[in-house]
């Protein structure tokens, strides 16, 4: 689970494209911990866990490698925006149940 939640961590730092020293001044942390925590040497305490969710919108259970489901935040969409994000995913779902 360690070597997981390392490998989140840095993927979805990477991936928003935020430097440890980034991502470390926006936990109020120093850069050696997020080191630390990619390393797999320690692990993030919860309170960061909760901090991450909200600065990389994923869950908690992502971070973690419990789940590989991924979460999007729509709440600032207009109920039509919401629509058109909900068929599009029912669209790409029934696509991979006929290629499956």
């Known amino acids: 689970m360690i070597l997981k939640t390392a490998e989140r961590i840095q993927y ?8 440890q020293a ?16 990619e390393m797999s040497l320690t692990n993030p305490s919860v309170a960061n866990v909760v901090e ?4 990389f919108h994923v869950s908690a259970d992502y971070i973690l490698g419990l789940s590989n489901d991924v979460y999007l935040d729509i709440s600032s969409l207009t109920s039509e925006e919401r629509d058109v994000v909900f068929r599009l995913v029912e669209c790409l779902n029934k696509k991979q149940e006929e290629q499956s």
């Open 22 to 37: 980034t991502l470390a001044k926006k936990l109020g942390i120093s850069r050696n911990s997020v080191n630390l925590w």
């Open 52 to 55: 991450m969710t909200k600065i």
């Open 12 to 19: 979805l730092r990477e991936k928003h494209g935020m430097t």
